[in-house]
């Protein structure tokens, strides 16, 4: 019969971790040592060597040979002509052939260029136009206001302050390096006389504003603001004045067809404040003056070739020539209202009637309002017209030099208007 039954167990114990590591051995290779040497090498000795060329006796003595001067038929030749040059210089002594005259070492240019035309597209397409130009205390930067001076509603119209570097590399005739909005025209400006980058301007609103073209930003550092003291009537002329009591400001010297000439000083706020006035009034000009002989003439300005302090305080007086600005004699740039969309350039040592030449400035034949000498490079004289372009000419050598008695035909020009 079959039963359940357990049986002892076996066990087989393993054996290959044992047998493996019997068959395991250890071995290690070496190679033989290997021999070095060190050696160095230097030189002990040193010679020195040179090799110069001798010079030859005929050459020698072409060098040293003294040059063979008649002595007696030079002393001989000078005793003779003695005399001659005595009375000569003599007569040259006391000549005044040559007073005033300077030696000029440049390249003479008889021709009058147009070197750039400058213009704000979008101050055109508002049909503004330009109202003043003003070149900075370097030459190099124009600047130019947008306005109007016909009719239209001025006080209400946005208008620009534009500004070009001309001495700029890929200049851009009609994208200016800085273009400033202004709620108000701006109906004249002045660049400061020796800091390059601010400029004055007058509003049509009568404020004042100084712009410091160096801030892109906010570059209005200067204003008069709507007060009592502030012009009724547009600012037509601004000028910098400097300041006696401090060398390093500058007043502000405005003038308005409200009959006001204000002189504003710099405050710390920000502010112009008034710092003196003066009024004219119909019954102040003299009734013999003749304004029909000169109203026709929109714009004057003289090139700065020597100081002409008296001219300037003489024709300032007058009361009809709108802006003035007389610096020194040379070429007399004049818009004349006959002939419009033309610069006319008078040599008053030539004639004081007809013009020496004429330069076209607008095709369109619009007026021109504005124009300025450069003051760093006399050659170089900016108008501006109502087509919104101001045009840069480069006139020739013979408006630039100042003649030997261009001073007295002013002075006696000036005499002959103020009697």
């Keep these: 019969m079959f039963a359940d039954r357990t049986a002892p167990g076996a066990d087989v114990q393993s054996l290959w971790r044992s047998a493996r590591s019997a068959r395991c051995e250890s071995k290690t290779c070496q190679t033989g040592k290997i021999s070095t040497a060190e050696a160095a090498a230097q030189s002990h000795t040193a010679r020195d060597a040179a090799v110069q060329t001798e010079q030859g006796k005929d050459a020698l003595q072409d060098f040293q040979q003294e040059v063979q001067v008649d002595y007696t038929g030079l002393l001989s030749f000078l005793q003779r002509v003695e005399d001659a040059v005595i009375k000569e210089l003599n007569k040259n002594w006391k000549s005044h052939a040559f007073d005033g005259f300077e030696v000029n070492w440049t390249d003479q240019d008889e021709t009058v260029l147009c070197l750039h035309t400058l213009s704000y597209p979008e101050a055109q397409e508002q049909n503004l136009q330009v109202t003043s130009v003003s070149w900075n205390a370097t030459g190099s930067v124009i600047a130019c206001s947008y306005g109007r001076l016909d009719d239209g509603d001025w006080s209400t119209e946005k208008s620009y302050v534009c500004t070009w570097n001309l001495d700029r590399r890929g200049l851009n005739p009609q994208h200016p390096d800085l273009v400033v909005d202004v709620p108000s025209s701006v109906m004249c400006l002045a660049f400061h006389p020796s800091q390059p980058s601010l400029i004055a301007g007058g509003l049509f609103s009568g404020e004042l504003v100084v712009w410091d073209t160096s801030k892109t930003e906010d570059p209005v550092i200067l204003r008069t603001g709507m007060t009592d003291d502030t012009h009724t009537d547009p600012v037509y002329q601004v000028n910098w004045l400097p300041d006696t009591k401090h060398r390093n400001h500058a007043r502000l010297l405005s003038v308005a067809t409200d009959g006001k000439i204000l002189v504003w000083r710099e405050e710390r706020d920000g ?89 076209k400035q607008s095709t369109s034949d619009c007026p021109v309002y504005c124009l300025e000498f450069n003051t760093k490079h006399t050659r170089l004289l900016a108008a501006g017209d109502a087509a919104g372009t101001v045009k840069v000419w480069q006139l020739s050598s013979d408006f630039t030099e100042q003649g030997p008695r261009e001073m007295s035909h002013l002075e006696q020009l000036a005499s002959e208007i103020m009697d």
Excluded at 272 to 301: H, M, N, W
Excluded at 311 to 331: F, Y
């Design 271 to 359: 502010r112009l404040a008034l710092a003196e006035g003066f009024a004219i009034v119909a019954q102040q000009v003299p009734r013999s003056t003749q304004l029909k002989k000169i109203t026709k003439y929109l714009t004057v300005d003289f090139s700065d070739i020597s100081s002409c302090q008296n001219l300037n305080e003489k024709l300032s007086s007058l009361p009809a020539i709108h802006p003035l600005s007389v610096e020194a004699p040379g070429p007399v740039p004049v818009k004349h209202a006959d002939s419009p969309g033309e610069v006319h350039l008078f040599d008053l040592a030539r004639s004081k009637q007809k013009p020496t030449v004429s330069l």
